[in-house]
């Protein structure tokens, strides 16, 4: 605010305001583009022709054994530390001592301890010699003799403050403690024998326990329970822990770290794939068998119920190599007409039907009726439409049949869909000026009375802006200029996003359905008076979005754009029973790449107005009269502009992708946990029960050996799983 100062004292105080009145700026709240983690497109165009062509996967993973329990093993304590008082004063030179003198001399006479010799161990004749050039503590004696006494077979089991010297596999005189399962108890070594009951899981008894004798011999005694499929294991605590965990690592599948694969055989059959497999395999000089009791190192299992073939093997280059052979094999054998069933995965089967239809030249269509599925029929094959299962069942020959397979599984993809972000603001640029003069007269001394009057603050200008006061010698105001501008910008009107389906229209509306008479007609009725008879139609209003996404390859797509946004208002036509529709709408077409922006303008209206206000009667006196009065001139002009945002989503983790996107917005209130994300590699996860692939020709040249089979790499698995088809 500007202040002049200076006049002199006695002039009339004068307060002059002037305001002028402007725009000011605020940037429209435009939401900013979402932030995707999405992998990253292929930019070769090799990479584009590997996409186009028809995944034919050869195999599958079969479902892994559980994994075996697994048990901690309890160790025997470390002996007790040395007390930091033991003096180290004694040397044992020992010669030729009978083993119960020697025992005598270390545990009663140097040791002093408490101890108690087994009836065995005090008969023997076993002579000792010992020396210890060095001194010792009696810390150090004692567990000298106890490993002296140990390469003797003889125990030392030291009981509370007492020791017992026994024979090493002893029994004899305890109470035995019997446990079962396979947990190995966290308790020290007891002198008390253990009897341990195992129930195997995967292998027999007598297997288990031929290994057992040969390790442990006399110190375990293994006894078989055929009928439980168990084994007792009794001996010393140690021993047992011991034989428990050997018993975990022969108690495994015997397929345990081998390969697997499932084959799902189209034109064969799974007992005549599996017969010709293991003929091959057998002339190359593998050990092939279709018996589980056969203990081969390549085993082949048709499983007849779901028509599929199981490989095991040690080497996931043998498993590829019977895959390759079975993709080989899997070829159509007859011309013969056969009835074919392709279950659709994702797409409508009617659709594919059409044109399945079209591709085979069909000259008549059978439409469906109640309880009839439609069909196709031709004068060789035809299609009909499995509406229960979404499937089609083909009658032909395999011939046809193969030639139109591919083309099925090219168009049976998962659709495409566009989410499409459209932000419409509204960009307000109009203009409002004010000008006046407000002036007020202070303590004015007139025949010596003292006078105040003015408009200062009664035009309502307003009081920012520039001032120019004029204050006299004393300080009191003379004079006020105020000049003040503001500018209001832009509001957005609304921000919709909208899911829609490749080649799919997709609608939202936001708004009012306003009734609107469209036609008044008198009818005379009995009394004399006529009656008005009204048609009335509803007007859609508000915000009005349609689109529809055609998504081309590259990551293009392409808009039709219908955008609407109306607002009903009073109307000013003479039409008083209905309102006007004040509607700015834009129809257009776009191509864009995915998550780019575009934005749409010219969508403009204005208006202008000027008033004229101040005080009655002196407000129109000429010059004067602008002491008291205010000038208001008013410029209107709005303008619409739409920015659209299209993404695309191509499967699961494009969804997923923007939904952590959109809570990312929103917070970290709005974050919650993934779900589950399939294992790397798995693009296209099978549901349980879901075959993992077909066999639908392949290469044409005779699958190799594999030349190195510990080194050889199995081939890439296939990205993703076409339908299943069975010939019945």
Avoid at 84 to 90: F, H, L, P, V
Avoid at 261 to 288: C, H, N, T
Avoid at 391 to 398: A, D, K, R, V, Y
Wanted: proline share 8%.
């Amino acid at each position: 605010m500007l202040k002049l100062r200076g006049l002199t004292r006695g002039t009339l105080p004068v307060l002059l305001t002037v305001l002028l009145a402007s725009c000011a700026t605020e940037s429209p709240l435009i939401p900013p583009p979402l932030e995707l983690r999405k992998e990253a497109a292929p930019n070769t165009t090799t990479d584009s022709a590997q996409r186009d062509e028809v995944a034919t996967p050869v195999s599958g993973e079969t479902p892994k054994p559980p994994a075996p329990p697994k048990s901690s093993t309890v160790k025997q304590a470390p002996p007790a530390t040395a007390a930091a008082d033991e003096k180290a004063e004694i040397t044992l030179m020992v010669d030729q001592l009978s083993l119960p003198n020697f025992i005598q001399l270390v545990y009663g006479t140097i040791l002093k301890a408490n101890f108690s010799v087994d009836q065995q161990v005090a008969t023997r004749t076993d002579l000792v010699t010992l020396r210890t050039p060095s001194v010792q503590t009696p810390s150090q004696v004692r567990q000298t003799a106890r490993m002296l006494l140990k390469s003797y077979g003889i125990a030392v089991t030291d009981v509370g403050n007492f020791l017992r010297i026994v024979p090493d596999n002893t029994m004899q005189g305890y109470a035995p403690e019997i446990r079962r399962g396979r947990a190995l108890p966290e308790t020290p070594l007891p002198l008390r024998p253990i009897f341990q009951v195992v129930e195997l899981n995967a292998v027999q008894t007598n297997e288990v326990a031929a290994w057992l004798g040969r390790m442990y011999g006399q110190r375990v005694t293994i006894v078989e329970d055929s009928v439980r499929n168990a084994l007792l294991v009794s001996g010393q605590s140690d021993e047992v822990v011991s034989a428990m965990e050997t018993i975990s690592v022969l108690d495994q599948p015997r397929m345990r770290g081998q390969h697997s694969a499932r084959i799902d055989p189209m034109f064969w059959s799974a007992q005549e794939m599996s017969a010709k497999l293991i003929e091959i395999l057998s002339a190359e000089g593998y050990r092939v068998s279709n018996n589980t009791n056969a203990n081969t190192p390549v085993m082949i299992l048709p499983i007849q119920g779901i028509n599929a073939v199981i490989v095991f093997a040690g080497d996931p280059a043998i498993v590829a190599h019977a895959v390759d052979w079975a993709k080989e094999l899997d070829k159509p054998t007859s011309k013969q007409g056969g009835f074919f069933t392709y279950k659709v995965r994702y797409s409508d089967a009617q659709q594919l039907a059409v044109t399945a239809r079209e591709l085979l030249g069909a000259t008549t269509a059978i439409p469906a009726t109640a309880g009839t599925p439609a069909q196709a029929q031709t004068a060789r094959s035809r299609v009909v439409v499995n509406a229960a299962t979404n499937s089609l069942i083909f009658q032909g020959s395999t011939e046809d049949y193969t030639g139109i397979l591919n083309l099925l599984q090219q168009l049976d993809q998962p659709a495409k869909a566009a989410l499409i972000e459209v932000t419409v603001a509204e960009v307000n640029l109009s203009d409002a000026e004010q000008l006046g003069v407000e002036w007020t007269l202070n303590q004015a001394n007139v025949g010596g009375a003292i006078w105040t009057a003015g408009t200062l603050g009664g035009l309502g200008i307003g009081t920012g802006g520039l001032t120019v006061n004029r204050f006299s010698l004393a300080g009191s105001p003379r004079m006020i200029i105020n000049a003040l501008a503001s500018n209001n910008r832009a509001r957005i009107l609304s921000s919709p996003r909208i899911l829609a389906r490749n080649g799919e229209v997709a609608t939202i509306q936001v708004g009012q359905e306003v009734p609107i008479i469209t036609s008044q007609q008198t009818t005379p009725t009995t009394g004399g008076t006529g009656g008005i008879l009204q048609q009335v139609q509803y007007r859609n209003t508000g915000v009005i979005l349609k689109v529809k996404p055609i998504i081309h390859a590259g990551d293009r797509i392409e808009l039709e754009v219908s955008q609407e946004v109306s607002t009903p208002q009073n109307t000013t036509t003479g039409v008083s029973t209905s309102p006007t529709i004040s509607t700015r709408k834009v129809d257009t077409k776009l191509s864009l790449k995915d998550g780019a922006t575009v934005m749409l303008g010219g969508l403009m209206s204005r208006n202008q107005s000027k008033t004229k206000g101040g005080v009655p009667l002196l407000m129109d006196i000429p010059i004067l009269g602008q002491l008291f009065s205010v000038d208001t001139d008013t410029s209107n002009t709005t303008e619409l502009m739409i920015l659209i945002t299209p993404y695309i989503i191509a499967d699961d983790k494009d969804a997923q992708a923007i939904t952590d996107a959109f809570r990312g917005r929103m917070g970290d209130w709005a974050r919650k946990a993934s779900p589950p994300v399939s294992k790397q590699g798995d693009a296209n996860p099978r549901r349980p029960g879901e075959p993992a692939q077909n066999l639908v020709g392949g290469a044409q040249a005779l699958p190799p050996i594999p030349a190195d089979l510990p080194n050889a790499n199995p081939p890439p698995a296939a990205g993703t799983t076409p339908p299943i088809v069975t010939k019945h």
